[in-house]
Nanobody, 122 residues
Framework: HVQLVESGGGSVQAGGSLRLSCTAS????????MGWLRQAPGKEREWVAS???????SYSDSVKGRFTCSQDNAKTSLYLEMNNLKPEDDGIYYC?????????????????WGQGTQVTVS
């Protein structure tokens, strides 16, 4: 059973930074697409960033230049470094994985999900 566990959420003032982490159990994702998605209150879940099996990263326009998605060398942890946070970045952030290489950025493209971690920007 694949489990993804996020950590690192919290409250921060606008302009501040947070770093989210995600660890996986019973799952080898060295060649799989991993990503971060978020959901603001009253809004649909949206894609934020992905890192593919070859290490290539991609970002939504709303976070490009402010957020950095990365993995450790062993590809056992996924990170999201968030800088210059804005109130519109507020929401629950989810770590998620696709079954193979990145096929898209829709919620339905991601098969495995963490429980989410809250990010509050005031």
């Amino acid at each position: 059973h694949v489990q993804l566990v996020e950590s690192g959420g919290g409250s921060v003032q606008a302009g501040g930074s947070l770093r989210l982490s995600c660890t996986a159990s019973a799952y080898t994702y060295s060649n799989n697409c991993m990503g971060w998605l978020r959901q603001a209150p009253g809004k649909e879940r949206e894609w934020v960033a992905s890192v593919d099996g070859d290490g290539a990263t991609s970002y939504s326009d709303s976070v490009k230049g402010r957020f950095t998605c990365s993995q450790d060398n062993a590809k056992t942890s996924l990170y999201l470094e968030m800088n210059n946070l804005k109130p519109e970045d507020d929401g629950i952030y989810y770590c998620a994985a696709q079954t193979l290489r990145c096929t898209g950025t829709s919620v339905g493209d991601f098969r495995y999900w963490g429980q989410g971690t809250q990010v509050t920007v005031s």
